[in-house]
């Protein structure tokens, strides 16, 4: 064994030590001060919590002060749940939560995705200091501390539709770059749908600041201003046609360049045809044609992926950008400086660049395919609105769109006309074709007083009625509002997904950083070379399962 793998096993052995300190080793507890009736404790948090743990009295506010010294992962809150209290924590900023603790014991205290752990100690408070408690209390009521976890502010919801995620992991890089901007509530991605609701405090941050950041990680946010209406809907669909071409280009170049060098390298490898051309084999014809497959077709993967790292966090296009990124870069090395590397392993990888890439976009562009159809129940339900209503004004009758229908209004439904709003029968009798609510293709008379739906189809006589619900309060809009929120909404089981994703890419990548150690150290000869491919393999192979 030579000094060059006595080094990888000591650094290795030195890192497993670290890491099992870092995480399970003995820690110290830091004592609340007393300030003014209030503990307070000072928390610095960058890749933990420091202190991790803390003792405080109980029954006094504790008043806790984090300075957070990044950003990404999910560190941008923390949660006392025992406690009901949580708070948001702004990345390279610092944010205070405030809180009685009037349990005894140890208490777990984490982040938001309960991956970064502290603990808690509350104990008793004894007979001398049940004085400064008191006063710490009257001062503390005074000042506006006590049980409530977080001042009340008047929330708003917005949602937008989310554009360039390609894998669960991307859910958890958004969800925690928009948790950790002040004034956000509540966060919720859900990548079947592509859309993402925020609950925010205007007063703190804006739906453009929202936007903003979430680009800076590799994202879009394009906000849904009516969700469920037909522009809405429209527009969205469009912006998908336009996506879906823009795949498709790509996948056809990719296809076009890729395809060619991948027959010519498997007909020459596996079955040493010599109908092969020679040039191509040659590694600069390979490396002309894969060079646009890397950096045209796979640039949005690339970039998504470079920028999902930059903030400290890994998807899917990590994996797949440092897989071809390495594996592209070695083949460039054998075909510009050939003699930097041994004979035994001079060849090139440049068909496993151009496959991979254009695998992966034509399984997103299958995908992009499939998820355009989960807005299609939504148009077929728009579809079902009238357009237009009879308005009975002043005794004449006036053709006036849905839209400008308010309560009270008197409106005439002839036969053959769909029902425009909901509302109750003041005039006639007739009968109404109810399938779209009930499912029943029988036919149902209606007379005066009766409840009228909106979007049902009337078939036999005219009657008048009178408005109850308009716009969004009809029966089909709250319909169509139920069916984007199930679209929209999580399981249990999907938040568990989303949880062992944010930890499968990361654990890849110590993974592959594992298998070069290994193989560098006992594996055989060229062991650097070898390393490198072993490495990337690892890499190639878990783009997939991402």
């Avoid at 404790?41 to 109980?58: A, H, L, N």
């Avoid at 969205?236 to 046609?241: I, L, M, N, T």
């Avoid at 400290?312 to 594996?327: K, P, Q, V």
């Avoid at 148009?379 to 849905?402: F, H, M, N, S, Y």
Wanted: glycine content about 8%; some cysteine.
């Amino acid at each position: 064994m030579g000094i060059s793998e006595i080094i990888v096993i000591v650094a290795a052995v030195a890192i497993v030590g670290f890491l099992w300190w870092f995480f399970f080793g003995p820690k110290t507890a830091r004592n609340a001060q007393l300030v003014g009736g209030v503990q307070e404790v000072d928390v610095t948090v960058k890749g933990g919590y420091s202190p991790d743990v803390i003792r405080v009295t109980e029954g006094i506010p504790l008043r806790l002060r984090f300075d957070r010294q990044e950003s990404g992962d999910c560190t941008s809150r923390v949660v006392f749940s025992d406690f009901g209290a949580s708070k948001a924590l702004p990345a390279f900023g610092t944010a205070t939560l405030e809180f009685t603790p009037d349990k005894i014991g140890e208490f777990d205290f984490a982040c938001g995705m309960n991956m970064i752990h502290g603990t808690l100690i509350v104990e008793p408070s004894d007979g001398s200091t049940s004085s400064t408690e008191a006063g710490g209390r009257e001062v503390a009521a005074a000042v506006g501390v006590g049980p409530s976890t977080e001042s009340t502010v008047v929330t708003e919801r917005v949602e937008f539709r989310v554009s360039n995620m390609s894998c669960a992991s991307c859910v958890v890089n958004i969800e925690s770059v928009l948790n950790e901007l002040p004034g956000v509530d509540r966060v919720d991605v859900s990548f079947g749908t592509e859309r993402a609701t925020v609950d925010f405090d205007p007063t703190q941050i804006t739906p453009t600041e929202l936007e903003s950041a979430v680009a800076d990680a590799g994202y879009r946010l394009v906000p849904r201003t009516a969700p469920g209406s037909p522009d809405t809907e429209d527009t969205e669909a469009a912006e998908r046609r336009a996506e879906i071409r823009d795949l498709s280009r790509r996948v056809a170049l990719g296809a076009a360049l890729a395809t060619p060098v991948m027959l010519a390298v498997m007909a020459a490898d596996l079955f040493a045809a010599s109908w092969v051309p020679e040039f191509m084999l040659n590694p600069w014809f390979q490396l002309a044609l894969i060079t646009p497959v890397m950096f045209y077709s796979g640039w949005p993967i690339h970039r998504t992926g470079w920028l999902t790292l930059r903030h400290r966090a890994a998807d899917m296009n990590s994996l797949i950008t440092i897989g071809t990124m390495a594996a592209f870069g070695y083949s460039l090395l054998v075909t510009l400086v050939p003699s930097a590397v041994p004979e035994q392993v001079r060849a090139v990888y440049y068909e496993a660049v151009g496959v991979i890439i254009t695998l992966i976009l034509l399984g997103r562009l299958f995908e992009v395919r499939a998820k355009a159809g989960t807005g299609e129940a939504i148009r077929k339900l728009i579809g079902l609105q009238a357009k237009t209503a009879t308005l009975i004004r002043d005794g004449a009758e006036v053709e006036v769109p849905v839209d400008d229908l308010v309560p009270g209004d008197v409106v005439l439904v002839r036969p053959g006309e769909k029902v425009p709003v909901d509302g109750v029968i003041v005039e006639g009798r007739s009968t109404l074709d109810e399938s779209m609510v009930t499912g029943e293709s029988i036919p149902v008379t209606k007379e005066t007083g009766d409840t009228v739906i909106g979007a049902t189809l009337n078939q036999t006589g005219a009657f008048r009625f009178e408005a109850t619900n308009v716009g969004a309060d009809t029966m089909l809009s709250q319909i169509i509002t139920l069916v984007e929120q199930a679209q929209g909404s999580k399981a249990p089981i999907q938040r568990l997904a989303d949880l062992v994703s944010s930890y499968f890419v990361p654990a890849v990548m110590a993974i592959a950083v594992a298998t070069f150690a290994v193989w560098f150290t006992v594996g055989p000869e060229p062991a650097l070379t070898l390393s490198l491919v072993a490495a990337v393999a690892v890499l190639i192979i878990a783009c997939p399962c991402a």
